[in-house]
DNA sequence: ATTTTATTTCTACTAATATGGAATTGTCAA
DNA sequence: TTGACAATTCCATATTAGTAGAAATAAAAT
């Protein structure tokens, strides 16, 4: 992924509303979630939610698929990876090592 | 780390100056680079550059330090770290295990 | 056909962000 | 103590983002 890419993507997910939104999500797994169960989740309007939503799909972190009159929200998993692989990519490239302590066993990264 | 930081964080990452700045540091490592050799590797005016620096320090993603009449930018690793902890905290919720591919072997999480 | 439910698009408004020239501050050197 | 250098702060301006009510669209149920 390219810079710019990574940017707009870290951007979308750089607002509170949206970051609860995408972990929200995560939970979820590969199924998703309704529109409305979302609002409900975080008590939010409907054009607001429909505003972020719109807005994460424009970078490709989530599709929508309907089905009758309920719109499903599923997260990009792979495009979420690639972006976190993205960042790792940079950030293992201090002086040709980790400087993160996220990689050393024992934490989150490790348990995953 | 609670959701608002996270999401104030990732939005300074959500820029694409910002995001090349926080390459740069990240290749710097621990000893950091002076404002004025990242202005050289970027090429943008002073005045942007340093408003690009303050908002990351004011979510303690990098700080200065004065040596004489030079400020180096350091990277808050361990922020950097929280952050990333956060994500893939956040990430790893789906169904009990993770959705991504980046914590398997052979891929970029893998190397570091 | 009409109503209900689910969700988006339209619209307007306000606030925040990004940019960069000019003036200012801090530090050293002569 | 004046001059040069490093970087910030001040300022104006242009653009983008965030919020949410009202109207519109889509699909099902009656």
New interface residues.
Partial sequence: ME??L???????????T???I??IL?????QGLSVGDIQQQLDIPASTLSHHLARMIKVDLLQQQREGRTLYCQ?Q??V??AL??Y?????????GQ??????KKG???A??
């Fill in positions: 810079l710019e990574a940017a707009a993507r870290l951007a979308e997910l750089g607002h509170s949206r970051l609860a995408f972990r995560v939970k979820a797994g590969r997260l998993f792979d979420v990876d976190l692989g960042l790792y990519a940079e950030c293992c490239a201090a002086d980790s400087l993160l302590a996220i990689n934490n989150v990264a348990k995953c």
